[in-house]
């Protein structure tokens, strides 16, 4: 069964940069899309992007400015990087596989941002 | 504000029928399928409906999904009081190059 499990700190500062690792387990990483959506308290779901395993990318337009995702097949892993935060952009933050069609969702962590 | 419509509630007393709409747009639901996830209470996501009107494996079929033109529909039969949760409709929006959801429906059982 695969399962996919969040990773990286609970607070960030104002301005600094939001980091989690993606882990997958049960399965292996290629030949399948990896997404990382974000849902803020009490409100509903919002897509930051996607990417292949071979690397390729494609990203919300409204984030993709600040947003970066990377892969490591090497580690099983994928990433998620967003910066300059602010306060809107606290979070939960889940990783899930595939593009579309998510079936599988790792626990989500929530990610908070201040000061 | 999402990109696709859903009521904010609805409900239904237990054994009834409930059914959420959502609306959307010619360059997401309208070209492509919708997908359907049920959120229960501080849980992920689940995949409940994926290609307008498939049931992974595992979803009682008491949970059917439709859509028509721009709009799509959950249905579900026989409400029981574990089906109490937030549902969200989310499609393949062209515009975009990636998927777009709606702002969810809180379903209570009464």
């Known amino acids: 069964q695969v399962q996919l499990q969040e990773s990286g700190p609970g607070l960030v500062k104002p301005s600094e940069t939001l980091s989690l690792t993606c882990t997958v387990s049960?399965?292996?990483?290629?030949?399948?899309?990896w997404t990382w959506i974000r849902q803020p308290p009490g409100k509903g779901l919002e897509w930051i992007g996607f990417?292949?395993?071979?690397?390729?990318?494609s990203y919300n337009p409204s984030l993709k400015s600040r947003v970066t995702i990377s892969v490591d097949t090497s580690k099983n892993q994928f990433s998620l990087k967003l910066n300059s935060v602010t306060a809107a952009d606290t979070a939960v933050y889940y990783c899930?596989?595939?593009?579309?069609?998510?079936?599988?969702w790792g626990q989500g962590t929530l990610v908070a941002v201040s000061s | 504000q999402s990109v696709l419509t859903q009521p904010p509630s609805a409900s239904g007393t237990p054994g009834q029928r409930a059914i959420i709409s959502c609306s959307g747009s010619?360059?997401?639901?309208?070209?492509?399928?919708v997908n359907w996830y049920q959120q229960l209470p501080g849980t992920a996501p689940k995949l409940l409906i994926y290609?307008?009107?498939q049931r992974p494996s595992g979803v009682p079929d008491r949970f059917s999904g439709s859509k028509s033109g721009t709009s799509a529909s959950l249905a579900i039969s026989g409400l029981q009081s574990e089906d109490e949760a937030d549902y969200y409709c989310a499609a393949w929006d062209d515009s975009l190059n990636g998927p777009v959801f709606g702002g969810g429906t809180k379903l209570t059982v009464l």
């Open positions: 049960g399965g292996s990483i290629s030949n399948y899309y």
């Open positions: 010619s360059s997401n639901i309208g070209s492509n399928t």
């Open positions: 290609s307008n009107n």
């Open positions: 990417i292949y395993y071979s690397g390729s990318t």
């Open positions: 899930a596989r595939g593009s579309s069609s998510l079936v599988y």
